[in-house]
């Protein structure tokens, strides 16, 4: 299967702070996903086709990327920022998620 | 709205079997595949299988094909997963989430517990 692999597992950032994270896959994708996890909440759908926000995401996240190396990076951190993110491929079954990097706020 | 609602949790002893169960509303049920997602604390996401509501074609995860069983019932829009002989290492949080591609709603969750 395609491992993703993501990275830092846990980071920490101020507010205003610009903060990028990694995802690189075992096998090149064709679109990476990622989703944002709060505690005792379920997933969100975030960023869909590698660069695309889902709907009510705030402009200052961003999503790029191709073939195996893949990033999300918010412009300027906020407290509500705060939380697990995931990547997710689909290029390749079975589907795959990463294990996620969890921003702290500082 | 869309919704997707399962019941929060479930205790279930060794051994035994359960069917969890998602409830859709506020979109065409048999429009959109179904998938479920497990989650034990520590471990991150895994992708069970999804289900065609409007034909019931199944792709499992090869990893879940002997444990997982994917249904649905059309006439009350609700997907059900069926897990069997449970362990501890069933123990987690299951989620059902809407999409072919990515997965744009999800349910809250169901934590099943499996203890004696």
């Known amino acids: 299967e395609n491992v993703l692999t993501q990275s830092p597992a846990i980071m920490s950032a101020s507010l205003g702070e610009k903060v990028t994270m990694s995802c690189r896959a075992s096998?090149?994708?064709?679109?990476m996903y990622w989703y944002q996890q709060k505690s005792d909440a379920s997933p969100k759908l975030w960023i869909y086709?590698?660069?695309n926000l889902a709907p009510g995401v705030p402009a200052r996240f961003s999503g790029s990327g191709s073939g195996n190396s893949y990033s999300l990076t918010i412009s300027s951190m906020e407290g509500e920022d705060a939380a697990t993110y995931y990547c997710?491929?689909?290029?390749?079954?079975?589907?795959?998620f990463g294990a996620g990097t969890k921003l702290e706020l500082k | 709205q869309v919704q997707l609602q399962q019941p929060g949790a479930e205790l279930v002893k060794p051994g035994a079997p359960v069917k969890l169960s998602c409830k859709a509303s506020?979109?065409?049920?048999?429009?959109?595949?179904m998938n479920w997602v497990k989650q034990r604390p520590g471990r991150g996401l895994e992708w069970i299988g999804r289900?065609?509501?409007?034909?019931?074609?199944?792709h499992y995860n090869q990893k879940f094909k002997d444990k997982a069983t994917l249904t649905v019932d059309k006439s009350s829009s609700t997907a059900y997963i069926q897990l069997s002989s449970l362990t501890s290492e069933d123990s987690a949080v299951y989620y059902c989430?809407?999409?072919?591609?990515?997965?744009?709603?999800w349910g809250q969750g169901t934590t099943l517990t499996v203890s004696s």
């Open positions: 506020g979109y065409t049920f048999t429009s959109y595949w």
């Open positions: 086709y590698t660069s």
């Open positions: 989430a809407r999409g072919g591609g990515n997965y744009d709603y």
């Open positions: 997710q491929q689909f290029t390749s079954s079975p589907s795959t």
């Open positions: 289900i065609d509501p409007s034909d019931s074609e199944t």
């Open positions: 096998s090149s994708v064709n679109y």
